[in-house]
């Protein structure tokens, strides 16, 4: 399915979010989520289903001061 993340069009097979992150690479990162603009918390990733167009936000903690 065809989604935004972070802006940017993706191509993605897995239906849930934990699936998305998995796929995108972020599976084991600590990041922020977002979909549609709504805050996705981490326990909720795997139940929560993407559909066609969809805009996800991905948010990494920066270090420093």
Do not use: H, Q, W
């Not at 940017?8 to 897995?14: K, L």
């Not at 849930?16 to 996705?40: C, R």
């Amino acid at each position: 399915m065809k989604i935004l993340v972070n802006n940017e069009p993706r191509e993605i097979a897995g239906p849930s979010l934990a699936d998305a992150l998995d796929e995108l690479g972020y599976g084991g990162a600590v990041v922020a989520t977002a979909v549609n603009g709504d805050f996705a918390p981490a326990r909720s990733r795997p139940s929560l289903m993407l559909a066609e167009g969809d805009r996800l936000e991905l948010l990494a903690p920066m270090r420093g001061g």
